[in-house]
């Protein structure tokens, strides 16, 4: 795996911040023990998981209600059991944290334990804060770049690498966070050729960073989905035309990083490790945008 040579990164996965609305115990969601969330601990909330902040770590579980069936609670049980084999694949133990990617604890019965976040999503920060210096954003680039490329190392196509799933520390440090949509390739997989069931490859996963990449130098977001086709399939992901794309200034700092990442195959057998090669050979004024 790639690594810098800057510390390690302390990370969390809280995904989308979303008001709960008050609840009976029939509607108030459960823990893997039947004891009912307190709604104050919620963190983040998804169409079948949460997230609770206990005892200094972040608690991923599935969504259960007492009301739910047996068949409706293995559906959202069996979610987070998928992605406990995605992070079972990426760290080896439980100890030493994946440079760029969130630190998973533990994956105890049905939850994944992470270290908690304080900084919260990259998205909630650019969409409440000033646009960062050009030096805050190649190190973001630059973190990002090196937890894809360790992803990819590792065969597995992130797949919803959106600035939502994207985590920041107290120290202004970012980290790919949700690995929900993930897929796990076998280990022995030619990742330049790759696809998985949904269309997705480390070029589909390239071309999202590239659009990470362009809401943090621009401080637009753009909304972007590689799913959303008009009537077609929008379980299968594919390139977004050029014109969909959100049109690039040559004056912006990275707009050539950006354009590579949104062709396919654009950084070549090296994948995301090229983008750190071209970030270094950036050269921008100190105080310019």
Known sequence: MYSSQKGLINSTEPQLIIPLPNMDGAYCPIDDEGHYIQLHTIIASGDAALVVHREGMAVKMAIVYKHYTLE??????????????????????????????????????????????????????LEHRARPSIQLQKRWFRQLAIGLHNLHQCRVIHSDLLSRNILMDGSLNVAICDLGASSVMPIDTVMLDAVDDYNCSIWTDICQLGLVFNEIATGRITGISLYNHGGSDNSVASFPSWDMLPALSKRLWAWDIIETCWREGGYGAAGAAEILAKLDKVKVPCRSR
Request: hydrophobic share 30%; charged share 35%.
């Open 72 to 125: 409706e609670a293995e559906e959202n049980r069996s979610k987070i059991r998928r992605e406990q084999e995605v992070w079972r694949r990426i760290q080896s133990d439980f100890y030493t944290p994946v440079e760029g990617i969130v630190h998973c604890l533990d994956i105890p019965g049905d939850t994944i334990e992470m270290r908690y976040m304080p900084g919260g999503t990259l998205l909630k920060w």
